[in-house]
Structures are given as C-alpha cells and as structure tokens.
C-alpha cells in the first residue's frame, strides 16, 4: 500500500504509542480492509455498546442499532460464539436464521457484513464488525487482516488507557449513553428490572418502526409514555 492508505500493522502501531483505542482511526482502517465501515462493540449488562466507530458511515451505525434493537444479526452471533460470522450478502441469507433483522437490513445498504468475536481467553469482550455497501466476501488477505485488527483491539481495550479518548482522558463516550438513561427512568416508572425495561423499550421501537435512540430520547424527555399499547 502507499504511504497515503497505511496498512492494519502501521495503523496499530500508532494506537500503541499509549494513546489508546480513541487513536485508531476506524475510516483508515475501514479502507485498509477494502470495507465502507468499521464498529466495535463491548459486552456489557445491557448488550453491546457501540464504541468505536466512523460516525460519518451512518449505515454501519444504523446497521448496529438496528441488531441492538432486535437482538440477533452477525455481530450477536459471533459474540454468543466466539467465531467469525461472514456474510458476503444479506440478500441472500435464508430469512429463518435472522428472522427479524433481515426484513429491515435489505431495504438498504450493507450488503456484506463480517464480524469477528474479540476473545481474551475464553472471555468475549465484543466484536469488530466491517460493513460494505457491496456483497462480496474479503480476500485471504483481507481477512487477515480483519483477524490482526481485532487481536490489536484486544490488546488494546486491556492496556489500563485503552478506552480512553486520548483528549481528554476520560472513558470513550457511550453510543448508546440516551438508551442506558431511557432503561434506567423505566426501571423505576414501571417498577420492573433492567433487563425487563430494555425489552419493553426495544419492543416498543420496533413495533413503532423508530429508532431505538429516537424512542429513548423520548422516554427520558418524557414524550412518550410505554405504559400505553405500542401502535
């Protein structure tokens, strides 16, 4: 590659001089790869929070929002596995394996998606996910990649700086910071458990057919009320 498109060991390279996993460009390493876009997502109580990302590349973000929403696609399968979940094109992928997401993932890009598991051991701490407009699978190359970016990540997300944004030394902000406050207002509304009031939430935005952080802005500004039926 040329100086100009550095390639995945020169881009971690760079975000191990200490400055952590806010230093690792992911639009640099999108185009490294031959994808459009890159998210990484950590597991956490509620899921997977979204922390890493272009936030230029819109559809990746949606396309992660959308199997948060829903709770199943690639990058839920290759946590729940721990192994690499390729999909060269959502068009084509039998509707009964992800019967929810795959209706409203075809009405716009990605087609292709891969996601790979970021295992420490036997612990999963999350997935790296690539998305691309147009179908095909990655190169060997590619792939290697792929699978070098996201063992850099692991390494980097357990260095004590690692997901901190190198500005200003605090954590990397939450994604998903609206949707925690949405869950958390619920719990206490509805007199139910966390789990229970991010499923209420989750249901309601589907059933409306909005974003999940749409609904979840509403229900901390107090525009919507779940107690009532979802139209």
Request: hydrophobic content about 45%; charged content about 15%; some cysteine.
């Amino acid at each position: 590659m040329s100086a100009a498109s550095p390639d995945i060991p020169a881009l971690l390279a760079a975000a191990h001089t200490g400055q952590g996993l806010s230093a690792l460009a992911p639009a640099a390493c999108a185009h490294a790869l031959g994808l459009d876009g890159l998210t990484l997502c950590l597991l956490n109580k509620s899921g997977l929070e979204l922390v890493w990302y272009d936030p230029s590349h819109t559809a990746a973000v949606a396309f992660e929002d959308l199997e948060f929403t829903l709770g199943e696609g690639p990058t839920h399968d290759t946590v729940r596995t721990g192994e690499p979940v390729l999909v060269p094109d959502l068009h084509t992928v039998p509707e009964e394996r992800w019967p929810a997401l795959l209706p409203a993932a075809r009405v716009g890009p990605p087609r292709a998606v891969h996601a790979v598991a970021l295992n420490l051991g036997a612990t999963r701490l999350g997935a790296l996910t690539g998305h691309r407009a147009a179908p095909g699978p990655l190169t060997r190359t590619q792939m290697g990649q792929f699978l070098a970016l996201a063992e850099g990540a692991v390494s980097i997300l357990t260095h004590p700086e690692g997901i901190n944004d190198m500005r200003s030394g605090q954590p990397l902000p939450l994604h998903r910071a609206v949707v925690h406050q949405a869950t958390g207002a619920l719990t206490v509304h509805l007199g139910v458990p966390l789990d229970q009031a991010l499923i209420r939430l989750r249901a309601y935005a589907f059933m409306s057919n909005r974003p999940l952080h749409e609904v979840a802005h509403d229900v901390v500004h107090h525009r919507v009320d779940l107690d009532m039926p979802s139209p």
